[in-house]
C-alpha cells in the first residue's frame, strides 16, 4: 500500500509538472506574439507618416530603390509622379493651419483610394506625395496622374472651410532598370517646376515636358 501510494503521489506530481510546463509554454508562446505583433506595430509606424498614415519618405526612397533593382532585373518600365499641392501656403495662411493639416488628411485618404495595391503613395515633403507605378505605359500613366488630379479639383472642400478649393501639380518621368532613384526623382522634379511655371494644376510629362492638360 505505501509503494502504491508513492506511485500514485508520482503521477500526480508528473501530472501537475507537465500542466505546469504546457501552461509556461503556452504563455511563452502568447508572449512571444505579441513581441512579434508589437515589433510589427512599430516596424509600420516608422514607415509611415503620422498625420496622413500613408508612407513616409524613407520607406519610399527604400521602396523605389528596391524596385528599379528589380526592374533591372525583369525588364519592366518604372515611372515616378511628384505632385504638389498648390499654393498650399496660402491655404494655411486664409484658413489655418488646422484646415491645412485636414486638407492633408483628405488628400491623402483621396490617394489611397485610387492607387492600387502594387503601387506606392507616399506623403514625401510638406505638401508634396511621391507616387510609384510599376510596368503602365506612358497613356496609362498619364490617364492615372489625371484622374488623381481632377479627384482633388473636384473635391467639395468647402466641407473643410467655405470658400476653399485644392489643386495639385503633377511631375511625371519614367525609366528602366539602368535609371538611379535620384535621377529619376530629379526628373520628375524638372517636370512639376514645368507645371508650375505653366499655371498649376495639370500634369506635365517628359515628353518634350508637354503639359497634359484635358
Not at 105 to 115: L, S, Y
Request: hydrophobic letters at 45%; one cysteine or more; glycine letters at 8%.
Amino acid at each position: 500500500l505505501l509503494l502504491l501510494a508513492v506511485l500514485v503521489a508520482g503521477m500526480l506530481a508528473l501530472k501537475r509538472f507537465a500542466e505546469m510546463r504546457l501552461r509556461l509554454e503556452r504563455l511563452v508562446e502568447e508572449r512571444t506574439e505579441a513581441l512579434q505583433e508589437k515589433t510589427l506595430q512599430l516596424e509600420r509606424l516608422a514607415a509611415r507618416d503620422t498625420l496622413t498614415g500613408l508612407y513616409n519618405r524613407r520607406h519610399a526612397d527604400e521602396f523605389l530603390r528596391r524596385e528599379i533593382a528589380r526592374a533591372r532585373s525583369e525588364g519592366h518600365a518604372i515611372s515616378v509622379a511628384l505632385a504638389d499641392i498648390d499654393h498650399f501656403k496660402r491655404i494655411n495662411d486664409d484658413h489655418s493651419h488646422g484646415i491645412g493639416d485636414r486638407v492633408l488628411e483628405r488628400v491623402a485618404r483621396i490617394f489611397t483610394e485610387r492607387v492600387s495595391g502594387a503601387d506606392l503613395v507616399a506623403r514625401y515633403g510638406g505638401e508634396e506625395f511621391l507616387f510609384c507605378f510599376i510596368g503602365i505605359d506612358t497613356t496609362g500613366l498619364v490617364r492615372r496622374c489625371e484622374e488623381l488630379r481632377l479627384a482633388l479639383e473636384r473635391e467639395d472642400w468647402t466641407t473643410l472651410s467655405p470658400g476653399l478649393s485644392v489643386t495639385m501639380s503633377i511631375g511625371l518621368a519614367t525609366g528602366n532598370g539602368e535609371s538611379q532613384a535620384a535621377a529619376l526623382l530629379d526628373r520628375a522634379d524638372t517636370c512639376l517646376y514645368e507645371a508650375k511655371r505653366r499655371g498649376r494644376n495639370r500634369v506635365v510629362t517628359e515628353q518634350g515636358l508637354h503639359a497634359a492638360a484635358f
